[in-house]
Structure formats: C-alpha cells, structure tokens
C-alpha cells in the first residue's frame, strides 16, 4: 500500500509538473528509438503546437477539453496562407495522444485521458490528377513557348510544391556547382527548413541562359495561376 501511495504521489506531483521538458524528453525518447531528424522535427512542431493551442501549460492540463479546443483552434489557424486540413490536425491528434500514452509509462498520469479523442472526418481528394504520359509531356513542351517549356520541364524534373515554385529565387539556385543545385525557401516548405535538391545539368545550362543579370532576389519563374 505504501509503494501505491508513492506513486500516486508521484503522478500528482508530475501532473504539476511544466510540459515543455517532458516534450522536449519525450522527442528525446523518439530519437533513441532510431526516428530520423525530419520525423523527430515534426512530432515535436506538431506536438507544441497543440499545447500551445490546447493552451497546456503542464502535464495535467491534457484533457479531452483542452484537445477539443486546440483542435478547433488548429482548424482555424491558417498555415502557409492555407487553413489546416483535417487529416493535418488529425496527424497533430495523433502525436498529442502519443505524447499523453508515454506520460502514463513514465507515471506522469495514471491514465491518458485523450486516448479515445475524436478524429475529423477526412474528405477525399477529389482534385487528383494522374500523371501524364511521356507522349503528352512532349506534346506539351512542343507546344509551349521556349520559357514557360523551361518551367514545364524544371517541375517534371524537379517536383516541388506550386508555393515553394512561386517564392523560389535565383539567389536559391547554385547554378555555376558541380553538380548543380538549389535549395528551397524555408517559409515556404513544411518542415520550414531549407531543403537541398539536384538540378539537372541541362536545366542549369538552360537557366544560366536565361538569368541575364537577374538579380539574387528576383523571382525564377512567373508561375501560372490555375483558374
């Protein structure tokens, strides 16, 4: 009875206790088990997040309650220019339900009490595309003018999101390098950090040609509006 009573006051001490250490060990935790950088950066992002929204300040602040009103907050919030979607605020659900399930194994709580929370339903993409043939690509690059059959070919080659497209620079590219390369705008990509891709050394010898005496924060590409 006693070791019970010890640990009850235990877990009523760590209830008390700030959330943002036991995040910062719970993400710990995460890269012991062999979580790579880019997931351990986004479990713990997504993890303040809702705290912030849920508004937890420690450990015995997690409720169902508080989750609701984070995930409605989360909802509201816009990312990018663009509201969340709901199987984005589900996935921060779920790292929020994880995190309360190891305060239980290290007897922070005595229960999760988000272990049933309540997911959004999540609409299918209905604007999906497939991807075109290597015929239609040709076609398509035949009928386009010689810059905007540049821009055609630079997203075939180098698939990146239409936002980070539309922010990218030259001061991002790395043109003159061998191999070439480019980095993508932080603000505009997911894990908000900058993100190295290879370019193809026909692009950059393309987009050398074209650069004239462009300056570094001048925009690469004018990108096409979709109506």
């Known amino acids: 009875l006693r070791s019970l009573d010890r640990g009850d006051d235990r877990i009523r001490q760590q209830r008390s206790a700030q959330i943002t250490p036991a995040i910062e060990e719970f993400i710990a935790g995460l890269e012991r088990l062999g979580r790579d950088d880019k997931y351990t950066y986004v479990a713990e992002r997504r993890l303040c997040a809702m ?7 420690t450990i015995g602040d997690i409720s169902m309650t508080s989750l609701e009103t984070g995930r409605k907050s989360l909802l509201r919030e816009k990312f990018a220019g663009k509201p969340r979607s709901a ?3 589900n996935q921060y659900i779920d790292i929020a339900v994880q995190f309360a399930g190891w305060c239980v194994e290290t007897e922070r709580l ?6 049933r929370a309540w997911r959004a339903t999540e609409l299918p993409n209905t604007h999906f595309r497939r991807a075109a043939t290597v015929d239609e690509l040709e076609k398509l690059f035949a009928a386009a003018s010689p810059s905007r059959r540049l821009f055609y070919r630079f ?5 990146l999101r239409r936002d980070t497209l539309n922010a990218l620079k030259w001061g991002h590219l790395h043109l003159n390098d061998s191999p070439p390369w480019g980095e993508t705008p932080p603000e505009r990509t997911k894990s908000r950090r900058r993100e190295k891709f ?30």
């Open 51 to 57: 705290a912030r929204h849920a508004g937890w300040m």
């Open 110 to 115: 005595a229960a999760n009490p988000i272990l």
């Open 198 to 227: 290879p370019i193809r050394p026909e692009i950059a010898v393309e987009l050398l040609a074209i650069r004239g005496d462009a300056e570094d924060d001048d925009r690469v590409f004018d990108v096409p509006t979709i109506a």
């Open 87 to 89: 199987k984005t605020v």
């Open 155 to 159: 997203c075939v080659y180098h698939p």
